[in-house]
């Protein structure tokens, strides 16, 4: 297979981007563990969750598009950690990436930009819990310092078995 080169360009995710995004989650819902969504969305039961991830803050949401396409190659989130208020300087970051989209550097860009925009929030940590096994979403994580904190043992079940989520944090 030839080596694609893409012109990728990141930016806030836009509420014309719903439909794409709510595909691309819900092709991780039907086919995969990484995330414990058991059903899949309709675009308009995604749309809270686009509106609670504005353009600035501490809670963002940054899609990757093909430059010539505008097709979204993934996005990735800052989210709140917990709803109680003492929480309001951690996130919970998260990376998706349309499934033809991987080993492209696409996750890296992702993060580099959500990082650089987070610098500027009174943001402390943030979290990621990986399900397990995922070798690439750990090897992401700990190239932007992540640390792995723990492991929560058979924490969700899908596909008729357990799985285990790994937390890892990083001071921001």
Do not use: C
Not at 15 to 29: I, M, R, W
Not at 80 to 106: C, M, N, Q, W
Request: glycine residues 6%; hydrophobic residues 35%.
């Amino acid at each position: 297979m030839p080596s694609e080169r893409t012109e990728v360009l990141v930016r806030p995710g836009v509420e014309a981007d719903l439909e794409a995004l709510t595909a691309l989650y819900n092709h991780y819902v039907r086919e995969t563990s990484i995330t414990f969504d058991t059903a899949v969305f309709t675009s308009e039961e995604r749309r809270p969750w686009l509106l609670s991830h504005p353009e600035d803050g501490p809670h963002r949401l940054m899609v990757a598009t093909d430059t010539d396409t505008q097709e979204i190659l993934g996005y990735v989130t800052s989210s709140p950690f917990r709803a109680k208020r003492a929480y309001d300087t951690s996130v919970e970051v998260t990376v998706y990436l349309a499934p033809h989209a991987g080993r492209r550097g696409i996750g890296t860009l992702l993060y580099k930009n959500l990082f650089e925009a987070l610098a500027t929030e009174d943001v402390h940590r943030a979290y990621a819990g990986i399900a397990q096994p995922n070798e690439a979403s750990t090897r992401l994580h700990e190239r932007f310092g992540f640390r792995y904190v723990g492991t929560y043992r058979e924490v969700g079940r899908k596909f008729g078995r357990y799985w285990d989520v790994a937390w890892y944090e990083k001071e921001l």
